[in-house]
């Protein structure tokens, strides 16, 4: 499996960069996880976009779906042009369900219930997907492919339970939102760098991948953070790509 960072900011994109999306390929097939702000120009660098062989959207709310739609025009123009045969497939929450009704477009969209307790599979790789702590329905994934295992954690508050999820993942996809020093006095759905590499270390996770980065703090202390907790931390940028 590679997992290839298209974006990591939130709630907005910083100079050059794009809201949370990344690009899974594996097994043949290549995987849009999630879909933000800036996403698609950077995903154009790597394929055209007309390729996707599947798209999954943790929750709806902007940050993480907001190139999704302009996706829609390029798969409409490639079934039109013949470059495309299907629909692009689509999991995502059905709630709120105004948004969930808008990722439909005409026949260019196959859309799929995302809820705690089914599955998706696509070749070998097999998704489960588990409930976060967050305002709005959001689902943290959980991807296999034989024994290699990856945790994307999505948008997720300090009451999420980690460790239902996996054991030992090979790589932890984690939201750092704050600086711990910046956390607010009541939970908001988030995490700081300090509680993400809390959440690693009670996975017995092997490695962390610190993401959805507010544009305005120094990556190098979000890193240090991270670190003083659980030493194998990273920080997400554009265009980071890991073998897994």
Known sequence: MRWTVLGCHSPFPGPGGATPGY????????????CGSGVLAQLAKKMPLYDLDAVFLSHLHHDHISDFFVLQYAIMTAIKQKKRAVPLPVWAPAEPAHWYSKLSYDR???KHVMEEGTEASLGNLKFSFYRTDHAIPCYAMKIKEDQRI???GADSGPKTNWTRMADSPDLFVCEATYLHKDLPSQPTGHLSARQAAEAALDLRAKKLLLTHL????DPKSIQQEA????ASSIVAE???SIMI
Do not use: C, H, M, N
Request: no cysteine; aromatic share 18%.
């Open 23 to 34: 690009l899974l390929e594996a097994d043949g097939k290549r995987i849009l996880i999630d």
């Open 238 to 240: 554009t265009g980071l």
């Open 108 to 110: 260019y969209i196959e």
């Open 150 to 152: 990856l945790l994307y």
């Open 227 to 230: 670190r003083s907790v659980f």
């Open 214 to 217: 507010y544009p305005d703090y």
